[in-house]
């Protein structure tokens, strides 16, 4: 989890620093969304911002992490 919001919180801060950082793909991992705005509150507001303004782009349907894959 420390991991995650550690990357999650760098391409927020990116997205606010760098304006050619254009956009990044979280397809198939929107059940980290959830944990991660539960983990960390104070960066919902940003985070939404940026996918609604398109940049942080978000798969279509949500995807609950399993951690009982047999591979």
Known sequence: MKRLIRFVRKVIDLFDSDPGFKSLM?????????????????????????????????????TKVNEVLVS
């Open 26 to 62: 979280l397809d198939g991992q929107t059940g980290t969304i959830e944990d991660y705005l539960v983990a960390s509150p104070e960066d919902e507001q940003r985070f939404w911002h940026f996918v609604t303004s398109g940049r942080q782009k978000i798969g279509t349907c949500f």
